[in-house]
């Protein structure tokens, strides 16, 4: 049975350890218990890029898989962890309404989008200047629960604890007198001190989050444009997120509120009363692809990192396929190999 460390109980970590679990491994997972990414984020899964009116990268493999991941630790959890979403896109111009309505019934794109009616082009009159359109198979995965069941795993064993690295041997994988056949670093943004990793560059992108109380917005579906309306009951909403590129603090800010609240004013006129305020930060890299792969020196040493944006949607897929790098040596997905990255 292969004995595995992973450093980071974040979605990274946790995903991993449990696909590791499940084909049989021993796994001890560090964390400080200090989350600042996972625990933060509406926890959204959104198959499109509205910008251009793009699909998410690799969304036809993600998102199957994700929905069957998450349904199948509800399943053994016996708790909900996924929540199927309405999402409404305001569009932002003519082009972003045009790159909608020449999509909508193609085949590549008609999984995600629904077709524009009467009612998408006159609801909401204050965000509605361009019309609108219904994003299909969206969905919310309640955080908590889903680290807090993948982790619930025999073979997982949770250490509250930082992880030294200075106590760790990189070439036996011997730390604290134990041996493991790998230590996985999954640390979030925090990997810019890893001794072994920081040369992967991870770009800490900061994001801050309002809960609010108004009128005007929708208590089914979540608005966007700008910024994302999400209701959450009695007239309260999650408005997010900022991104404040290359800013590695968690201190919520004036400047955030002020900006959240301007992009609010894009969906709603009505008064506004902020009700909590919370900052985050992303673990983002240049050419927003995962890291994943093992050391080009230590091959006891490995990372499982890079989730930006969309750790919910990309992790459970990824840390599928870092499971069989990792245990049977296939191929990882060009695109997020170490190999593009100089020492
Ligand atoms: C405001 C905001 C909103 C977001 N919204 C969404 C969204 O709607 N949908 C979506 O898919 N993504 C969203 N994201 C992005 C998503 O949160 C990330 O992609 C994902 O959480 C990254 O997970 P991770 O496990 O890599 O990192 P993290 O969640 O940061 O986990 C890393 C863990 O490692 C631990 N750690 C680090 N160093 C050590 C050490 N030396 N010893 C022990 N433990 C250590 C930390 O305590 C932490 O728990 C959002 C992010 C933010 C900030």
């Not at 946790?14 to 984020?41: E, W």
């Not at 959104?46 to 690799?58: A, D, E, G, H, Y």
């Not at 093992?294 to 969309?310: D, I, R, S």
Request: glycine share 6%; net charge neutral; aromatic share 10%.
């Amino acid at each position: 049975m292969k004995n595995f460390l992973i450093v980071g109980g974040g979605i990274a970590g946790c995903s991993l350890a449990y696909q590791l679990a499940q084909k049989g491994c021993q796994i001890t997972v560090f964390d400080t218990g200090n989350n600042v990414s996972t625990k933060v984020a509406g926890g959204v899964m959104i198959p499109l890029v509205f910008r251009r009116m793009t699909k998410s990268w690799r969304v036809d493999d993600f998102l199957p898989y994700a929905k069957q991941f998450y349904g199948e630790l509800e399943a053994t959890s016996n708790q909900k962890i996924l929540y199927p979403m309405a999402l409404r896109r305001f569009f932002s111009s003519n082009q972003e309404r045009n790159y909608w309505l020449t999509r909508q019934n193609t085949p590549e794109f008609s999984t995600y989008m629904n077709e524009v009616n009467e009612e998408d082009e006159t609801c909401f009159p204050y965000a509605n200047k361009f019309g609108s359109g219904r994003v299909k198979e969206c969905y919310r995965v309640d955080a908590e629960w889903m680290t807090t069941a993948l982790l619930n795993h025999t073979q997982i064993t949770v250490v509250n604890q930082r992880f030294d690295y200075s106590a760790l041997d990189a070439t036996t994988a011997i730390y604290q007198q134990k041996t493991y056949d790998c230590v996985v670093f999954c640390e979030g943004y925090e990997s810019i001190s890893n001794p072994w990793f920081s040369y992967l560059n991870i770009d800490p992108t900061k994001g801050e989050v309002l809960t609010v109380k108004t009128t005007g917005l929708s208590n089914t579906e979540v608005l966007n444009r700008k910024c994302s309306a999400a209701p959450i009951g009695n007239s309260m909403y999650k408005i997010g997120a900022t991104y404040e590129w290359h800013t590695a603090n968690t201190t919520v800010s004036e400047k955030g509120k002020n900006e959240l609240l301007e992009h609010l004013a894009c969906l709603t006129d009505q008064p506004v009363e902020v009700l909590d305020q919370v900052a985050g930060i992303r673990p983002t890299t240049v050419d927003r692809r995962p890291l994943m792969g093992l050391h080009p020196e230590f091959n006891k040493l490995a990372v499982f990192n890079g989730l930006g944006a969309k750790g919910f949607l990309l992790a459970p897929l990824l840390s599928k396929e870092m499971c069989a790098y990792l245990l049977e040596g296939k191929d990882l997905d060009k695109e997020c190999v170490l190999q593009r990255i100089k020492v």
